[in-house]
């Protein structure tokens, strides 16, 4: 099993952070923390902390001019990277990270650094976590040196997914995101001259070109200062825009439109259904909810409305847009998760420690894990047997699972199952109590007109 917590970070030249089990302590070296203690002491700080888009900061040692700084974060309940977010939440996080900028460049502060590495979210809230990214601008300065990042990885990866269909899940393996070049080369003629494309891709490449022909380009002259902070305005306007511009048209896929469309249940078993999730929630009031398989979020919308803190995890990139759309226009505490739980995001980086790996995130974070209409996915899609999936429902749960069984019978089952009657077609509900055994105790039992049951279960 790969560590719970990572080791200390070591590519920040400034400082190092180490996680624990209850804070994320970070250090600052003792030639930048002149720097850093001078921006923890900003009114800037203050009121980032205050509008909940920077995380909070506390001094482990006493404050003084000089020397090594030691700094405490809260941590975030469960960490997620860029590439399990959606397209919308990587919009979500490229404006706070222009947002957080140009209110920097108002108080004499800039951003030297414009990564979606530096961005974690709570619930559907994007929230900065590394405070070292900020530094006093110098007046005159027109230039923002971090443009060529935020370019590169945060809205290349978007242009690729709307333009060339990449995955925005690629970028885990890009953690210095795109070079227009190589975007270049992928384009046809007409995406290159396109309004979309030709700022941000194809004159930066064409330069490039021209650079590594050996002519030279222009340097860049100090302006008066009223007028290089109306450009570095203006820049972070037009990167908004072309952030925005670069979204991913709106897309459908059969899972999206699941919930509206889905001819299995009629009105009444959903309501049925519904009020049986409703009844669990109100009984257990759990604090933390995991929802597998959320779809669109009906589920994951309600435990939230009834005080959870839900993380959804949905491999369907259009239902899980939508999910994350839901949980911001109704400010529902939901973590929206774009991952797969068949073949869940592995720890990556050097030596595969400094982004841990999915389920080590989720494992024993949750009271009650939702597994809706899942099971005979993963049965009959990915063949993963009933006492596996069991064994990882038991990892994931501090306390409850609540289980919907799919029969044999039952339409979405024959569909799935692909011929394959010999290998799935004599499964019953009784595998399930036998599979359950020594791992979960039924405290309820709810059958459904349909056929479906869905099981109230308790760890053993």
């Given amino acids: 099993m790969p560590p719970a917590t990572p080791p200390p970070t070591f590519r920040d030249p400034a400082g190092s952070l180490t996680l624990n089990e209850d804070h994320a302590v970070r250090t600052i070296r003792d030639d930048a923390a002149a720097a850093v203690r001078l921006f923890l002491h900003s009114p800037l700080r203050e009121r980032l902390e205050r509008d909940g888009h920077m995380v909070g900061t506390a001094l482990l040692e006493p404050d003084s001019t000089a020397g090594q700084l030691t700094l405490r974060h809260p941590l975030i309940p469960v960490v997620t990277y860029p590439w399990e977010w959606t397209p919308g939440q990587w919009l979500a996080a490229a404006e706070l990270t222009l947002t957080l900028c140009d209110e920097a460049l108002t108080e004499g502060w800039i951003l030297k650094d414009a990564t979606p590495l530096n961005i974690l979210f709570v619930g559907p809230k994007p929230v900065l976590v590394d405070v070292l990214s900020f530094e006093r601008h110098k007046p005159g300065e027109s230039i923002w040196l971090a443009y060529g990042q935020y370019m590169r990885t945060f809205l290349l990866p ?12 690629l970028t885990i393996f890009k953690r210095d995101g795109y070079e227009p070049t190589e975007l270049y080369d992928a384009l046809n003629w007409s995406q290159r001259l396109s309004a979309t494309a030709l700022l941000p891709i194809t004159l930066p490449a064409l330069l490039d070109k021209r650079k590594r022909d050996g002519k030279p380009t222009a340097a860049p002259l100090k302006k008066d200062p ?6 570095l305005h203006g820049t972070l306007r037009g990167l908004r825009r072309r952030t925005r511009n670069a979204l991913p048209k709106s897309v459908r896929s059969e899972w999206s439109d699941y919930t509206a469309t889905l001819t299995h249940y009629t009105e009444q078993e959903s309501a049925e259904k519904l009020s049986f999730v409703r009844d669990v929630l109100e009984s257990l009031q759990p604090k933390r909810v995991l929802d597998i398989g959320a ?17 959804a995890l949905e491999r369907d990139a259009a239902a899980a847009d939508r999910l994350f759309q839901r949980a911001q226009a109704q400010q529902l505490e ?25 389920l080590s995130r989720l494992e024993g974070k949750s009271d009650l894990v939702l597994m809706l209409a899942v099971i005979h996915h993963l049965l009959l899609m990915e063949q993963i047997p009933l006492e596996r999936i ?10 409850h699972l609540l289980l919907e069984w799919v029969p044999v019978s039952d339409p979405m089952f024959q569909s799935l199952m692909r011929g394959r009657d010999e290998l799935y077609g004599h499964l019953s509900e009784a595998d399930l109590l036998r599979a359950c055994e020594g791992r979960f105790h039924v405290l309820r039992r709810q059958p459904l007109a349909n056929g479906r049951v869905l099981f109230l279960m308790e760890t053993a």
């Fill in 158 to 169: 978007l242009l690729t997914n709307r333009l060339l269909h990449w995955p925005l899940a």
């Fill in 226 to 231: 009223e007028l290089a902070l109306h450009i």
């Fill in 295 to 311: 779809n669109t979020g009906e589920f994951s919308a309600l435990a939230a409305s009834l005080g959870a803190s839900v993380v």
């Fill in 334 to 358: 939901i973590l929206t998760i774009h991952a797969d739980l068949a073949r869940p995001t592995p720890a990556v980086g050097w030596d595969n420690t400094e982004s841990m790996s999915l």
């Fill in 390 to 399: 069991l064994d990882l429902m038991l990892r994931l749960t501090r306390g």
